[in-house]
């Protein structure tokens, strides 16, 4: 089952009833990728054509090795990388695409091989001229291969970036504010001589208990006065 999400996506929901919403390319990443692909067969095929030169065979028996061998470095290429890379071949995973069922889910060997069959007419009348006609004019970007094929290309998408959240501590787990005895403020005590002594607050108490008492001063006047 898929719905329509957004013009160049699709929303699938998987057998298990999950939703699945993915991106599909459009003609400029496949571009890129059936280039990068098509630059890794031309060294194959140059290399295919360099040994089939090493045969001592008759000409036409080489044109017939030489077309046999292209086909089957072309055909093998594509479906070897998507049948066995997930949807992939090296242009594909460069573009971060591959290709996928049209319900979301990965392509078997039977879509990766209908597809690639007819590649051949998806090349014509020269580098995939008629293919590029579909994926335009195709809603989810199809070409003649994808179409009978079931298939279509989508992005991968990259997995979110771990973030590191911090929170602040609970109210409870923040240690409260103790004043402990010897963080106290000192008091000043004024002894009978004058001088200032700064005295703690533990010891106030003892420190008072051992000054002695001062007898009252006699009042001023006649000195013979009675006391």
């Given amino acids: 089952m898929d719905t329509v999400d957004a013009p160049g996506s699709e929303r699938f ?3 298990e009833a999950v939703p699945l919403r993915l991106d599909v390319a459009g003609i400029g990443s496949r571009t890129v990728s059936t280039i990068i692909d098509s630059l890794i067969l031309v060294l194959g095929l140059i290399g295919v054509s360099l040994a089939v030169s090493q045969i001592q065979v008759d000409g036409t028996w080489a044109v017939v090795l030489v ?3 292209w086909l089957s470095l072309i055909w093998g290429y594509y479906m070897l990388f998507e049948g066995l890379w997930q949807g992939r071949t090296p242009g594909k995973a460069a573009q971060r695409i591959r ?3 049209t319900d979301g889910q990965p392509a078997g060997w039977v879509q990766v091989v209908l597809r690639n069959l007819l590649r051949p007419i998806d090349f014509l009348p020269g580098y995939y ?3 590029g006609v579909f994926v335009l004019l195709t809603r989810r970007s199809q070409r003649l291969g994808d179409l009978v094929a079931g298939t279509l290309v989508v992005r991968d998408r990259r997995a979110p970036s771990p973030v590191l ?3 602040a501590p609970a109210a409870s787990e923040v240690p409260s504010a103790r004043v402990t005895p010897s963080a106290r403020p000192a008091r000043t005590s004024i002894r009978p001589t004058g001088a200032p002594v700064r005295i703690s607050a533990p010891n106030e108490r003892a420190a008072a208990a051992s000054e002695p008492e ?3 001063m006699p009042p001023r006047g006649n000195p013979h006065a009675p006391v």
């Fill in 99 to 101: 290709v996928v069922r």
């Fill in 129 to 131: 001229v008629v293919g």
């Fill in 13 to 15: 929901v998987t057998p």
């Fill in 165 to 167: 959240v911090t929170t």
């Fill in 214 to 216: 001062t007898p009252p």
């Fill in 67 to 69: 077309s046999v061998a």
